[in-house]
């Protein structure tokens, strides 16, 4: 959608006019006009209703300002809610006495509703429900017997908040979130939800690119697993797997995806909360898809991408409450990693191909940065002359644009 600084800069060339010319005609300075027209100030109102008439644009200048003027309206309550819900999740840390009111209904909720929306939204949703159980903490106004299950809610929400901003790309606030709901699962003395936390900050530190603390978060993990309760050990086995083939070591990810396949079969009960807090065998399958595509392809590659397609035909053909889109576009991209690795570059072309519509609001962080290194690989001078993959590039690099 053009903006507004956008269409004023387009109207006022088409006119045959100058800033100056145009300055003239809408008596305002010309170095205000050109603040405008590079978006370095917002315009007034009644900048845009002047230029609007002077250009003849039919009120199309008018509509474009009233929308930027609403996406910064919402941006500026977006930032809102990041810095409450922070603030908050400081608060849960540091309180060690802290009671929280149990909202089950509103979590689970949630945990299945985030694999299918948007961050921004379960951000907000998040921080609401949050906010009412930290109310009634304040107050007291909870029963004794219910405290354990009242940490379990603030926990998970704060876990929720953690993926939504790490969606979002900020690692740090990601980090304070995922640290309130490890203390929460320890005043609980909940192994299940401890065990996520380990897996959540390791998938924050695998963001970072720094794989060597990822691994110790994993290994710090496996205290809280056993049992064959969950699928905690499994998803742990999988990000440890992550962390390995990132530092090249094939030989070591490959037996920790193994692993996490034994894992699974030992399982004797499920997770306790489905959606964002489980771990399907899609959701394995996709680990596993996007570990290997960090060797050297060959073997490695050809698993990866078994697992990356085994993963989008498990979500695609499975229940809609376990579907991720976010994770299943994912594993697009790294199903046409893997086939650039093995030099399939049409094949590569086709995986990505239903990525390479989505809107602005749903280009997570992890779609970008992994579009990016695809991008990276086709444009090697191997494929200069190659006509699928110099069109890819271009879309991916219209994608981040």
């Given at each position: 959608?053009?903006?507004?600084?956008?269409?004023?800069?387009?109207?006022?060339?088409?006119?045959?006019?100058?800033?100056?010319?145009?300055?003239?005609?809408?008596?305002?300075?010309?170095?205000?006009?050109?603040?405008?027209?590079?978006?370095?100030?917002?315009?007034?109102?009644?900048?845009?209703?002047?230029?609007?008439?002077?250009?003849?644009?039919?009120?199309?200048?008018?509509?474009?300002?009233?929308?930027?003027?609403?996406?910064?309206?919402e941006a500026a309550a977006a930032h809102r809610t990041r810095a409450a819900a922070l603030a908050m999740s400081r608060d849960l840390t540091a309180l060690a006495d802290l009671d929280i009111s149990e909202l089950q209904d509103g979590v689970s909720a949630t945990a299945v509703d985030y694999l299918a929306s948007p961050p921004g939204p379960m951000m907000d949703r998040a921080h609401m429900l949050r906010g009412e159980a930290f109310e009634r903490l304040r107050s007291g106004h909870h029963r004794p017997q219910d405290r354990s299950d009242l940490y379990m809610?603030?926990?998970?929400?704060?876990?929720?908040?953690?993926?939504?901003?790490?969606?979002?790309?900020?690692?740090?606030?990601?980090?304070?979130?995922?640290?309130?709901?490890?203390?929460?699962?320890?005043?609980?003395?909940?192994?299940?939800?401890?065990?996520?936390?380990?897996?959540?900050?390791?998938?924050?530190?695998?963001?970072?690119?720094?794989?060597?603390?990822?691994?110790?978060?994993?290994?710090?993990?496996?205290?809280?697993?056993?049992?064959?309760?969950?699928?905690?050990?499994?998803?742990?086995?999988?990000?440890?797997?992550?962390?390995?083939?990132?530092?090249?070591?094939?030989?070591?990810?490959?037996?920790?995806?193994?692993?996490?396949?034994?894992?699974?079969?030992?399982?004797?009960?499920?997770?306790?909360?489905?959606?964002?807090?489980?771990?399907?065998?899609?959701?394995?399958?996709?680990?596993?898809?996007?570990?290997?595509?960090?060797?050297?392809?060959?073997?490695?590659?050809?698993?990866?991408?078994?697992?990356?397609?085994?993963?989008?035909?498990?979500?695609?053909?499975?229940?809609?409450?376990?579907?991720?889109?976010?994770?299943?576009?994912?594993?697009?991209?790294?199903?046409?990693?893997?086939?650039?690795?093995?030099?399939?570059?049409?094949?590569?072309?086709?995986?990505?191909?239903?990525?390479?519509?989505?809107?602005?609001?749903?280009?997570?962080?992890?779609?970008?940065?992994?579009?990016?290194?695809?991008?990276?690989?086709?444009?090697?001078?191997?494929?200069?002359?190659?006509?699928?993959?110099?069109?890819?590039?271009?879309?991916?690099?219209?994608?981040?644009?």
């Amino acid at each position: 959608m053009t903006t507004f600084p956008e269409l004023l800069r387009t109207r006022r060339m088409q006119a045959g006019l100058s800033l100056a010319g145009l300055a003239a005609h809408v008596h305002y300075d010309r170095t205000s006009l050109h603040h405008y027209e590079t978006g370095r100030r917002p315009a007034p109102l009644e900048v845009a209703e002047a230029t609007d008439e002077a250009l003849r644009a039919n009120g199309k200048l008018v509509q474009a300002w009233h929308r930027d003027d609403r996406e910064r309206r919402e941006a500026a309550a977006a930032h809102r809610t990041r810095a409450a819900a922070l603030a908050m999740s400081r608060d849960l840390t540091a309180l060690a006495d802290l009671d929280i009111s149990e909202l089950q209904d509103g979590v689970s909720a949630t945990a299945v509703d985030y694999l299918a929306s948007p961050p921004g939204p379960m951000m907000d949703r998040a921080h609401m429900l949050r906010g009412e159980a930290f109310e009634r903490l304040r107050s007291g106004h909870h029963r004794p017997q219910d405290r354990s299950d009242l940490y379990m809610a603030a926990g998970r929400l704060s876990g929720v908040l953690s993926y939504a901003l790490l969606d979002l790309g900020d690692a740090e606030e990601a980090l304070e979130h995922a640290t309130a709901a490890g203390r929460c699962a320890e005043f609980a003395g909940d192994a299940e939800l401890a065990a996520w936390v380990a897996g959540t900050k390791s998938l924050i530190a695998r963001f970072q690119g720094d794989y060597g603390r990822a691994l110790g978060y994993v290994r710090d993990g496996y205290q809280w697993v056993g049992h064959g309760q969950g699928t905690g050990e499994a998803r742990l086995r999988c990000g440890e797997a992550q962390c390995l083939a990132n530092l090249g070591d094939s030989k070591a990810a490959n037996a920790a995806l193994d692993a996490a396949e034994e894992a699974r079969d030992r399982m004797r009960r499920p997770d306790s909360l489905e959606g964002l807090f489980g771990f399907s065998r899609a959701k394995q399958s996709y680990y596993a898809g996007s570990s290997l595509i960090w060797l050297q392809g060959g073997h490695d590659a050809e698993r990866a991408e078994r697992e990356a397609t085994a993963a989008i035909e498990l979500w695609q053909s499975g229940p809609v409450a376990e579907r991720s889109l976010d994770d299943e576009r994912l594993a697009h991209i790294y199903l046409a990693t893997a086939r650039v690795q093995l030099d399939d570059v049409e094949g590569a072309a086709d995986a990505i191909r239903p990525v390479l519509s989505l809107p602005v609001e749903e280009q997570i962080s992890w779609i970008v940065k992994r579009a990016d290194r695809l991008a990276g690989m086709l444009s090697a001078p191997r494929y200069a002359g190659n006509r699928t993959a110099v069109e890819t590039v271009e879309a991916i690099n219209a994608l981040a644009a």
